[in-house]
């Protein structure tokens, strides 16, 4: 299984380049998952919202959690914030890619997502986890990078990126979980 995060402010467009790249590496032949960060309560399956458009762009599971839910579906009893590692531990092992929005602190490789419209800074300079940034305006990037800069756009180039690195996304439950 190969694991990587996605990264950015809300309004980035992680949302709308992991919804790209599910069909995008399922053309590929690859089973897809996906981890979402959700806030305090939340509900899924409803059109529009982020669990949905996951489910209908083909991703093989989608679990999203915050500190009073689990989802594919698990109440808890009091707040538990779960760790993106617990949360991938609750996948089915059979995929090939499990894709992680939100998280942003994470000890994952992560793609930051950044669009310099927003206004917020970028993490890159200062997060050794993040391996790429995908961005729509790579030239107002705040500081020159040797990490890949990818077109948030192109969805199809950034799946190309993850599968011809793939080996570098490999996740072992046994180095994450002790």
């Known amino acids: ?46 059109p529009g919202k982020d669990t949905f458009r996951h489910r209908e762009a083909g991703a093989f599971e989608v679990v999203v959690a915050s500190q009073n839910r689990l989802a594919l579906m698990r109440e808890f009893e009091r707040p538990a914030e779960l760790t993106v590692h617990q949360l991938i531990a609750e996948l089915y092992d059979g995929v090939d890619w499990v894709l992680v929005e939100g998280f942003k602190h994470s000890d994952l490789l992560k793609i930051e997502v950044w669009r ?12 050794d986890f993040v391996v790429a940034i995908a961005t729509d305006s790579p030239r107002q990037l705040p500081s020159a990078t040797l990490r890949p800069v990818l077109d948030l756009n192109d969805a199809d180039a950034v799946a190309d990126f993850l599968v011809n690195n793939q080996g570098r996304f490999a996740y072992s439950f046994e180095d994450r979980l002790g």
């Open 1 to 46: 299984m190969n694991v990587v995060g996605f990264a950015g402010y809300s309004g980035s467009g992680k949302t709308t380049l992991v919804e790209q790249l599910i069909p995008a590496l399922r053309l590929r032949g690859l089973r897809v998952s996906v981890v979402k960060h959700a806030h305090h309560r939340f509900d899924i399956d409803h």
């Open 116 to 127: 310099a419209s927003s206004g917020k800074p970028t993490r890159y300079q200062d997060d």
